[in-house]
């Protein structure tokens, strides 16, 4: 979440930091949108293998928020499961 964050504010190089050595399906993910929003179409080809999507054919903001919905329902469903 906090690499969705730093990307939304313009900050892709803070944004990168903390996803780049997370190796989860998610953090692919992300990485994925991180190198697309850059212009790096094949390493982000490369992160959405290993997140195990398609890459997008949508704009950046959309896929940010469907991104960002995405892992907030996760994370709301884990706080459920965990009470």
């Given amino acids: 979440?906090?690499?969705?964050?730093?990307a939304?504010?313009?900050d892709w190089e803070r944004a990168h930091v903390p996803i780049q050595d997370e190796a989860d399906a998610d953090s692919a993910w992300v990485h994925a949108h991180l190198h697309r929003q850059e212009g790096d179409l094949s390493n982000a080809r490369y992160?959405?293998?290993?997140?195990?999507?398609?890459p997008a054919h949508i704009?950046?903001?959309r896929e940010?928020?469907?991104i960002t919905k995405s892992l907030?329902?996760?994370v709301a469903n884990d706080g459920l499961l965990n009470q």
Avoid: I, N, P, V
Wanted: no cysteine.
């Fill in 59 to 61: 704009d950046l903001d």
């Fill in 1 to 6: 979440m906090q690499a969705l964050w730093y």
């Fill in 64 to 66: 940010w928020e469907e």
């Fill in 72 to 74: 907030l329902t996760k």
């Fill in 47 to 54: 992160w959405y293998k290993r997140s195990g999507r398609s």
């Fill in 8 to 10: 939304k504010q313009g």
